[in-house]
């Protein structure tokens, strides 16, 4: 792996950032979601995103607690994602848009792209800064060394005020490498650094009720300013791929996941009452490292019969993780309104003996895919998984073992020109995350788990430039929450059915458009030795979302300027496990516009958006019981130059 000091990093790239005539394979200036979408399941390019599903959410679930990344489609389980540097683009595969990928998942996976250094010189620079005063500063360079390696470097550097008043600094720098060095050959090499410091801790609201939280002031902080996070995140990794033959590829990756915490705040405004009346209370972490390998070889072999092609694949994917947690520090900050601003001095404080987690797991299979031209597709796969997960804490040792049997299969007809029918059903062995803000066991990591899913729909071709899909699952897993003393633990199961549909691509030469929507019916089952109230539905799982992207060309008018705009509802939600108290629907409304043009052979866009047109204010749910505020309206600007 090419390795570099950050300092000269940052000469290489300020010295292509001015080299005549560069030139992106990809020009950053290009990016735009919506005319870049394939459908409306999520997509992300840049700084932009869309959709009604994304890393943390599909289908009602999170396919990133579950540990369904991949990094060009190879497995990847990370401590800390991927900084923006690393990302070309993301896309979440759901349904149809998941076929073809070997060993789906039931909770959707998050397929990520990563940036590629180009053949050409080149670089691209991105400004930004928000009405909250945020500012920041990217650059991307590529270098060829060589017409067999080429590497590519990263910067970027901000200061954020976030929309709750909080602020924090961050950096990191990012380099990726790319090495032909024989026919058929790629190796691909990678590393990034992020440190954030002084990144306050947001309050977690949790009221003393079955009522909602009272709103607090727009992007203004109470304090007090002591909590500020430290951390450092690092990544890196190596990619390759080697054609054996004209039928047999090789593919491998390997990743590195760090995480250094040097100190961190959980900040939560508990016991709130309606007037705004507090108590808060800060948990002081103590200085910590995470770390976790994980990784994916897999051997393919194709053979092209007539019109039908098999493609079989024989994988071995595995992960180790190594997590250190607790013994934080409890700080009783005071009694008094959430909206008095406070600067209490900084205590010192009294850490606890830490616990230690250790995960390894092998999971080995072989997948097949069969595509017969005009016909339709089938694949299948079965893998075997060993898991065992060793926790020592100050009071006792445990080790937890499974080894489940993983399947699923597909297949898909093309009864129509531009008509594809389809069905599925997965069973899958997945993480689950970690308890909410105001659990007992906030620092723990849940006990994975076993899920289920059956799917199908139809993909019609509307237009040579228009797509439309529907189509309706049924997912099963084990549903977590709360017991008598604010344990989070597993008290039933989920049932969650739902029907989703997108509509995207061109409806006119000058107009492009991403629908989607996925409306929702979850229902909880009780296990019968769970205590407490229990409602029907499950907590953070709204009715119901839908969105609206579209963007204009403007072109006849004013040559370069172009149009958007994102309409997206989110339906009735649970807040509480006893489903005593939800969130109302809400709308939002975003505008936006951008500008094209160039200078010279310079290309740039220059970006302006309003977030939040009407200034809908609400909650999000943070578990049971617990909120963040919705961010008030605010408008966006950056300019984009490719040079």
């Known amino acids: 792996m090419v390795r570099m000091s950050p300092a000269s990093a940052a000469a290489l790239a300020v010295s292509l950032a001015f080299a005549p005539g560069a030139a992106l394979a990809q020009s950053r200036a290009d990016e735009n979601a919506v005319t870049q979408a394939e459908d409306a399941f999520g997509y992300s390019v840049g700084r932009e995103s869309l959709g009604i599903y994304d890393a943390d959410d599909a289908r009602g679930f999170s396919p990133t607690a579950a540990g369904n990344l991949r990094i060009d489609g190879l497995y990847f389980a990370p401590v800390v994602g991927l900084p923006g540097l690393l990302i070309e683009s993301q896309s979440i595969k759901v349904g149809l848009s998941a076929q ?24 691209s620079v991105i400004v930004n800064g928000d009405s909250y005063g945020t500012l920041g500063a990217e650059l991307d360079a590529s270098l060829p060394v060589a017409s067999t390696l080429s ?13 709750d008043g909080t602020r924090n600094h961050e950096h990191t720098q990012a380099m990726v490498g790319r090495w032909r060095p024989a026919r058929g050959v790629e190796i691909v090499p990678f590393w990034s650094a992020f440190t954030d410091y002084d990144n306050n801790s947001s309050p977690v609201y949790i009221p003393a009720g079955e009522f909602l939280p009272p709103q607090p002031r727009a992007g203004h902080f109470t304090g007090p300013w002591w909590d500020g996070i430290n951390r450092t995140h690092f990544n890196s990794g190596l990619l390759t791929s080697v054609a054996l033959s004209d039928n047999w590829l090789l593919r491998a990756g390997v990743f590195r996941s760090i995480r250094h915490l040097r100190n961190g705040f959980t900040y939560l405004f508990a016991d709130l009452q309606p007037d705004g009346l507090t108590h808060r209370i800060m948990f002081a972490d103590q200085p910590s490292n995470n770390r976790g390998i994980s990784g994916e070889a897999r051997l393919t072999r194709t053979v092209s ?122 069973r899958g062995f997945e993480e689950n995350g970690s308890p909410p803000a105001n659990a007992v066991n906030r620092s723990d990591a849940l006990p994975a788990i076993l899920t289920r899913q059956i799917d199908g729909g139809v993909r019609v071709d509307l237009a040579p430039h228009l797509r439309a899909v529907a189509g309706v699952f049924d997912l099963s897993r084990p549903y977590f929450g709360f017991d008598q003393s604010s344990h989070y633990v597993q008290i039933g199961t989920t049932r969650s059915r739902g029907a989703e549909f997108s509509l995207s691509g061109n409806v006119s030469d000058q107009l492009a458009l991403v629908a989607g929507g996925v409306l929702l019916s979850p229902r909880v089952e009780a296990d019968p030795s769970a205590s407490g109230a229990i409602g029907a539905r ?60 160039a200078v010279g052979k310079v290309r740039a866009t220059a970006r302006f958006q309003v977030v939040n047109l009407f200034n809908e204010r609400g909650f999000v749910v943070g578990g049971p019981g617990a909120y963040f505020p919705v961010a008030a309206r605010s408008a966006s600007a950056y300019l984009t130059v490719d040079l």
């Open 100 to 123: 073809g990928y070997p060993f789906a998942a039931p909770s959707g996976i998050v397929d990520i792209s990563l940036r590629r250094p180009a053949d050409s010189p080149g670089a």
């Open 151 to 163: 590497i590519g470097v990263g910067l970027n550097i901000a200061r954020y005020h976030f929309a």
């Open 305 to 426: 019969e007539g019109p039908r092609l098999h493609t079989l694949h024989v994988s071995l994917r595995g992960r180790e993780v190594r997590r250190e947690y607790g013994g934080e520090d409890e700080i009783d900050v005071g009694v008094g309104s959430m909206f008095e601003d406070i600067d209490s001095p900084r205590p010192q404080f009294a850490f606890g003996e830490q616990s230690r987690d250790h995960v390894r797991q092998w999971i080995y299979g072989v997948a097949y895919d069969g595509r017969w031209k005009s016909v339709g597709e089938l694949s299948f796969s079965i893998s075997k998984t060993a898991y065992r997960k060793d926790t020592d804490t100050p009071d006792v040792d445990l080790t937890s073992r499974a080894s489940p049997l993983l399947y699923n299969g597909t297949v898909t007809l093309l009864p129509l020109r531009g008509v594809a029918v389809y069905g599925g059903y997965a």
């Open 538 to 597: 499950p907590v953070g799982i709204p009715s119901h979302i839908f969105s609206l992207d579209a963007n204009w060309d403007a072109a006849t008018l004013v040559r370069g300027l172009s149009l958007d705009a994102a309409l997206s509802h989110r339906g009735r939600t649970p807040a509480t496990t006893d489903n005593a108290v939800e969130l109302p629907g809400r709308a939002q409304l975003d505008l936006g516009t951008r500008y094209r043009f």
